[in-house]
């Protein structure tokens, strides 16, 4: 019912830049709280929907945003401060920010929800209730709660639809679209079933090498394990030899990660299996994608991927646009894929990923997940959007600042470096001001920092690096990574006092300044 206001809105206030509005932000990771552990400062990951601070440039938007933890007032302005536009004490008093005050690892709507007081604050926080709307990194049963009792419409798919963004469900969308994916098995229940699904998938290809196995519900790739057929039988004793080598043989993405663990994560959220996919030249594009109020499926962007991990499927960063050589053919199929969530009532952002593998005769594209919610792209597009004023042309896959000049980046959640845990968010943006990496507007060129919360206790922080080429925003981000060794590199004597044998990480002042270093090239070089 709520969601019905949202097509009005769409039309009449979305488009109309002065038109009054609210926006309530809730970046809650409302997912498995044992697979977001696996990520290192996930509590600070909230910090990535300071993004939509840049709506404030709209001189009539009033936002309210919550957190577990009040946010550094020191990340609040620099933020604010990249206004392209707005004087940041205009957008300041349209910025209601409230918090928990709560460092539990429950999910920060849950915590919303268990406060009657932060409710009601949030309920008269409200300035625009007939244009008022949630945004959330997704959409569960509890977000679909806490809009019921705010009276405001969540901008998300309904959590009734969830299951749609399952690998196993993917899969079928996948098929549903006539888009290419890998051989492999769904709607497994058990580890019976994964041994089952790897004995079959060997059995229709013999020269298959090695599987992937995926929780239904993993999060950034640290839910997929890697099985290899390394010596396995050919003499019909597949399966026993399978059912015997699992335990010891999987390899997990996410660290620490143990069979007897993962075996009963597996038991409670089902998963897939599929045949890995080989090539010499392989890629990880996705597209991004929305499908709005008016159920009209809209192209976002395409990224390529950049994956780490043991294997190469944890998320790090991304690349924009997608390759030349396939962006048009996966927004294709991202198009194709988006019209069947369409037909399913989606409602919001989504994103899907490919593994894409060049042949003699071109590129491949394998289906490979539907991410139903804000993603790891979602970050980056929109700074570069908020902070351009500029378009994403579909016809080419390219970004147009104003003037028509493009726009590329390259962005990195992961930045992340011991040394880098004696920096507070202001050295860092000292730093990125001193050696002229900070984004200049004029240009239109430079990066802009997230995650700089994690950075006292974790030493980790995210990048978007904006150029006006692929090459350009790649030699930024290598440039940074130059530039942060040299600031936060301790001298040996130092090192081994502060660090010791590898036990323990210890809290120290920068120890040279930067007029010590060479000063660097200009980014305008």
Not at 249 to 277: D, L, P
Not at 295 to 310: A, E, Y
Not at 330 to 358: C, H, N, P, T, W
Not at 391 to 401: K, N
Request: glycine residues 8%; hydrophobic residues 35%; neutral net charge.
């Amino acid at each position: 019912q709520l969601q019905t206001h949202l097509a009005p809105m769409f039309k009449q206030v979305f488009p109309n830049p002065m038109a009054p509005r609210t926006v309530i932000v809730i970046p809650s990771h409302s997912l498995d709280s044992e697979e977001l552990s696996k990520i290192t400062g996930i509590h600070h990951y909230e910090e990535r929907l300071l993004c939509l601070l840049m709506l404030l440039q709209l001189p009539r938007t009033q936002m309210i945003f919550v957190t577990s933890l009040p946010i550094d007032p020191t990340i609040i302005d620099y933020y604010l401060h990249l206004l392209p536009g707005i004087p940041g004490n205009h957008a300041r008093r349209r910025l209601t920010l409230l918090s928990c005050h709560d460092s539990s690892q429950i999910p920060l709507t849950l915590k919303i929800l268990q406060r009657p007081r932060l409710l009601q604050r949030i309920q008269k926080a409200i300035a625009v209730p007939d244009a008022a709307h949630i945004s959330c990194f997704n959409a569960t049963n509890l977000e679909r709660t806490l809009a019921v009792q705010l009276g405001v419409p969540l901008y998300a798919c309904d959590p009734a639809l969830a299951y749609l963004g399952n690998k196993s469900k993917g899969r079928e969308i996948f098929r549903e679209a006539g888009v290419l994916l890998p051989d492999g098995v769904e709607n497994l229940r058990d580890d019976q079933d994964i041994v089952d699904a790897l004995t079959s998938l060997k059995e229709h290809n013999p020269a298959l090498s090695r599987a992937v196995i995926k929780l239904n519900d993993g999060f950034s790739g640290e839910g997929n394990a890697l099985f290899s057929y390394e010596g396995c039988p050919v003499n019909g004793r597949l399966r026993p030899w399978i059912q015997k080598e699992l335990p010891q043989r999987i390899r997990f993405e996410a660290t620490h990660e143990t069979w007897t663990n993962y075996r009963q994560k597996f038991i409670e959220m089902g998963g897939i299996v599929e045949s890995w996919i080989e090539g010499e030249y392989k890629r990880s594009p996705s597209v991004q994608a929305r499908i709005n109020p008016l159920r009209q499926p809209v192209i976002i962007s395409t990224h390529d991927q950049i994956l780490g991990g043991p294997s190469g499927q944890v998320f790090l960063g991304c690349s924009f646009p997608a390759d030349e050589a396939y962006r048009l053919d996966i927004q294709e199929a991202g198009m194709r894929i988006a019209e069947k969530l369409r037909d399913y009532g989606v409602l919001g952002r989504f994103g899907v990923d490919f593994i894409s593998v060049k042949t003699a005769v071109g590129w491949s594209h394998y289906a490979i997940e539907i991410n139903l919610r804000k993603g790891g792209t979602t970050l980056p597009f929109l700074m570069l959007q908020f902070l351009t004023n500029g378009e994403y042309d579909s016809q080419t896959g390219l970004f147009h600042a104003p003037g028509g000049r493009p726009r590329y980046y390259y962005a990195s959640d992961n930045l992340q470096n011991r040394n880098y845990r004696n920096l507070a968010p202001e050295d860092l943006i000292d730093i990125s001001i001193a050696n002229q990496l900070h984004f200049h507007a004029t240009k239109q060129e430079g990066i802009v920092f997230h995650l700089m919360g994690a950075l006292p206790e974790f030493g980790k922080f995210g990048a978007v690096c904006i150029g006006d080429s692929a090459e350009k925003a790649k030699s930024i981000y290598e440039h940074a990574l130059v530039v942060m060794k040299a600031e936060t590199q301790l001298p040996t004597y130092q090192e081994q006092h502060v660090y010791g044998n590898g036990n323990g990480y210890g809290r120290f002042p920068r120890t040279l300044p930067a007029s010590h270093y060479k000063q660097p090239p200009s980014l305008s070089a």
